[in-house]
């Protein structure tokens, strides 16, 4: 018996031109915070943009958001559902607001059940929100969609990097395509680069610093607070200067 | 529907297959469907026909009910999964995304969610057969 939902993964994505994965091997970096305010500026540069959110045990995107309760159309597969301009799909649509407890063979089909039937359409950015660490949503999309390109999280903790080290590692080896590391959360009394330098150390393209802003959590649901946050203000020059140089 | 994803997942599966076996025509694909998918057989096969390929002009489609049995991880307990005892957004909810069972099913003899999906899951090819 042959599991057929893996063959038209790629199909289902071919109208979308960059993938785009925030990740981190730490969590409660900002992953969550980074992958939504990148969708909603490149979305407000005027691009077509969705935002998938991978972390099926602890979706968070939707909270950043304020994403309405309710329930995806069918259409041929599953249609996301239009969240503040962006294509949006998230475990939360199935599972609300309770737990989901799944193992990691439940986290991989629930995966490729969602690549699979998830009709994302034409896209310029799909970005991806990812739980932390090296488990199998990583390994999946590392099988499964080989021209994602991953932006690291950490934040500037040496423990922190410690781990993201070897997702990055892990990462290099696979030969996965890398746009760099953004350091979170820096205080602003902070005035060393240890980060950065080891960033340097391992070959990891730092693209610069988000210093820790109180604002945040109350920006959740508001667009325009959240680009004015120095999450926002930090990843928009991210993207015009590393993201949309490159080819 | 989401049954035309699945059914292009087939056919382009089943081809795949019937090039590496060097098959020029497929007469018959074997499809097998878990009963916690609730996959509709008739919009299904609709599917199937409306999008195959030539390669697939006179192929029978049969499509197999699979029961589905959970296991649980706790006590070991093993049941049949009856989507009638569901409320109707729980049952499209996990015709979605199959795993959002762990959510809302428990284990009959100790109430917990940790159970595996032993067999009939979501949709399966099981055999083609063709002429070369
Ligand atoms: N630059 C920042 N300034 C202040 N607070 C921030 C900043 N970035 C993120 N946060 C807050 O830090 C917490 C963790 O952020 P987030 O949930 O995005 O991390 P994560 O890496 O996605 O976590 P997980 O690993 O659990 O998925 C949240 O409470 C978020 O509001
Ligand atoms: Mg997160
Ligand atoms: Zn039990």
Known sequence: ?247 | MHEWALAEAILTTAAQIAEKERLKEVTEVTIRIGELQDVEPEILKFALGEIKSDLFKNAKFRLLKAKTELKCRVCGTIWRFKRESLDAATAEAIHFVPEAAHTFVKCPKCGSPDFEIASGRGVWLDSIQGVK
């Open chain 1, 1 to 247: 018996m042959i599991d057929p939902r893996v063959n038209v993964i790629d199909s289902r994505l071919a109208n979308v031109k960059r993938i785009i994965v925030v990740s981190s091997g730490k969590g409660g970096v900002g992953k969550s915070m980074v992958a939504t305010t990148l969708a909603l500026i490149l979305k407000d540069e005027g691009y077509k943009v969705g935002l998938f959110d991978l972390d099926f045990t602890s979706p968070s995107t939707h909270v950043i958001l304020n994403a309405p309760v309710t329930v995806p159309q069918e259409d041929k597969g599953i249609v996301p559902v239009s969240v503040k301009g962006l294509k949006y799909m998230s475990m939360v649509y199935f599972v609300g607001e309770n737990p989901a407890p799944l193992r990691g063979v439940d986290v991989s089909n629930a995966l490729i059940e969602l690549l699979a039937v998830t009709q994302w359409g034409e896209l310029d950015f799909l970005i991806i929100d990812m739980p932390p660490g090296i488990g199998d949503v990583i390994l999946d999309l590392l099988r499964l969609i080989k021209r994602a390109e991953f932006l690291i999280v950490t934040t500037s903790s040496l423990l922190a990097f410690e781990t993201v080290k070897k997702q990055v590692a892990l990462l290099c080896e696979l030969k996965a395509s890398i746009i760099g590391l953004v350091e979170n959360m820096k205080q602003a009394s902070n005035i060393n680069n240890s980060i950065e330098i080891e960033a340097r150390n391992v070959g990891l393209r730092f693209l610069g610093e988000i210093v820790f802003d109180s604002t945040v959590e109350t920006s959740f649901g508001d667009e325009v607070k959240l680009l004015g946050t120095s999450v926002g203000r930090m990843l928009k020059r991210v993207v015009e200067k590393d993201l949309l140089v490159k080819s």
